[in-house]
């Protein structure tokens, strides 16, 4: 019978706070590489994805956004499509992108003929300055698209 053996080492606590510390660096590292952010093609390649290359600018679709956001982790928006709701016409969604946050997928919002309106106000983030693309797909298939630039400033100064 063979009999296989294992050398079991004890681990100095020295040693085991040296291979926790490199582990600690290591993770703050990767967390401290910051976020990648998307560009205005990304922010376009997503649109086009839903669309198919369909949307059209309209004064259909409003994007109600300050032009200067003091405050980058609070900004007010609102989007207002018009639209009956009726069930030949009506407003099945209305995306949000942000075209310079690390996700510029920002909010979605889908409605039904019993929302009366196709209207939402929110507050969103936005990382810096950068355009805000507002995107309503209609119930016939058709997609409207509104943008609005929103500057973000830095302790009051332009960012």
Do not use: Y
Not at 9 to 34: P, W
Not at 60 to 80: M, R
Not at 129 to 154: H, P, R, W
């Amino acid at each position: 019978m063979i009999r296989k053996t294992m050398d079991a080492r004890r681990v100095s606590r020295r040693e085991l706070l040296a291979l926790f510390g490199a582990g600690t660096v290591a993770t703050m590292g990767i967390s401290l590489a910051g976020p990648a952010f998307a560009d205005t093609k990304a922010a376009a390649a997503a649109v086009s994805k839903l669309t198919g290359g369909k949307e059209q600018a309209s004064d259909k679709i409003v994007l109600d956004t300050p032009q200067i956001a003091e405050n980058g982790s609070t900004v007010p928006i609102s989007i207002t499509v018009d639209s009956p709701m009726t069930d030949k016409d009506s407003v099945k969604s209305v995306h949000l992108w942000a075209d310079g946050n690390p996700a510029p997928n920002v909010a979605s919002f889908h409605f039904t003929t019993m929302s009366g309106k196709a209207k939402v106000s929110t507050r969103v983030r936005l990382a810096k300055t950068q355009n805000l693309i507002a995107v309503a797909e209609i119930s016939d298939g058709s997609f409207v698209i509104a943008k609005s630039e929103v500057k973000v400033t830095i302790g009051g100064c332009g960012g």
